[in-house]
């Protein structure tokens, strides 16, 4: 009877630690990792037009996933028309790879942001000039 008992106290504390070992891990995606977001391959230079509040921008259709990750939904950026006076923040959008070739834009009137597809500093540039021109 000892043995027995022996037995199913060493199963007990054998199930216990593998228990405890798989419950300290945190819970990942498909294939062990965590989704990092896209790798946003860098596009040519674009100047766009601007005009009195608008500025020409190179945009792409973005969607979040449920982790709030975001991933490329369109197939091609393309060319969209921004409200200047209608944009409450810009930010540099850093990809998986730690490269920074868009901007994050968000505006009053929408609940996602728009991905440009330019890095931060045209952007801002973009937005000034509309901006003096609005201002005129």
């Known amino acids: 009877m ?13 199930v216990a630690i593998a228990m405890f070992a798989m419950s300290s891990k945190p819970v990942q995606g498909r294939g062990g990792k965590i989704p990092q977001g896209p790798v946003i391959k860098r596009l040519g230079t674009y100047r766009g037009n601007t005009f009195a ?8 259709e973005i969607a979040f996933d449920d982790l709030g990750k975001i991933s490329l939904a369109g197939s091609e950026p393309y060319d969209m028309l921004v409200n200047v006076t209608y944009i409450t923040g810009a930010y540099r959008y850093e990809d998986a790879k730690k490269t920074d070739y868009s901007t994050l834009v968000f505006t009053n009137y929408a609940k996602e942001p728009i991905l440009i597809r330019q890095p931060y500093n045209d952007v801002v540039k973009s937005i ?9």
């Not at 509040?53 to 792409?60: D, I, M």
């Not at 000034?128 to 005129?136: G, N, R």
Request: charged content about 35%.
């Open 128 to 136: 000034e000039k509309a901006m003096d021109e609005y201002s005129k």
């Open 2 to 14: 000892d043995k027995v008992l022996k037995s199913i106290l060493g199963v007990t504390i054998v």
């Open 53 to 60: 509040g608008f500025a020409e921008f190179r945009v792409q």
